[in-house]
């Protein structure tokens, strides 16, 4: 407990507060890529999640290592700014069928710019793997096309084969997303 003593302009509260610290310490601190070059150290210093569109492998490589350096140069330790990359996937039980799938879906909008898969379950487990394996990322953002189809197709096949690769374990991680990020509890700035 802490005492707030907070006078301002519509309320003023005395006294300390009462409500216990919550699980997590603090909500994770996310901030979408897209800054200007110069306001990347101030979002360096505190961003706990970069959640960036990249066209590429080379390119989320690239702006992962940006942003680590980044963090590194405001004295974070390593691992303490996570790097996930927005994805969306087409998918159906083959190639042929997600393809048809998609140029149905341009037709009737145009694609998003962020990195979109078309193909079956397994390849796109398969290229999760493939960006993870190479230090791409730290994970992923999944924005599937149809939520009724796509999304489906990620509950019921990419994840088992994910979990089969070793690369999503069969459970949550954590009680709270800091803990299942693998994110350190922040400290309380109040306490002694």
């Known amino acids: 407990m802490h005492p ?10 005395r006294g300390p507060l009462n409500v216990p610290r919550p699980v997590q310490g603090q909500p994770v601190i996310l901030y979408r890529d897209g800054a200007p070059a110069e306001a990347r ?22 702006r992962r290592k940006e942003w680590q350096a980044l963090a590194s140069k ?3 330790a390593p691992g303490a700014l996570r790097f996930i990359v927005r994805v969306m996937p087409i998918l159906a039980d ?11 879906l341009d037709a009737l909008a ?5 990195l979109r898969f078309v193909g079956t379950a397994d390849r796109f487990a398969s290229l999760m793997a493939e960006w993870h394996a190479a230090g791409a990322c730290d994970g992923f953002d999944i924005a599937p096309a149809v939520g009724s189809i796509d999304l489906a197709q990620v509950v019921d096949k990419v994840v088992p084969e994910l979990r089969r690769l070793g690369l999503r374990s069969s459970g949550p991680s954590g009680q709270t997303l800091r803990a299942t990020l693998g994110l350190q509890r922040a400290a309380s700035r109040f306490a002694a």
């Open 4 to 13: 707030i003593d907070h006078a301002g302009r519509f309320f003023t509260v």
């Open 41 to 62: 150290a101030g979002v360096a210093a505190s961003a706990e999640l970069v959640l960036a569109e990249c066209a590429t492998l080379a390119d989320a490589e690239a």
């Open 74 to 76: 405001q004295g974070r």
């Open 94 to 104: 083959t190639d042929a069928v997600a393809d048809a799938r998609a140029a149905e």
């Open 110 to 114: 145009a694609p998003s710019g962020m």
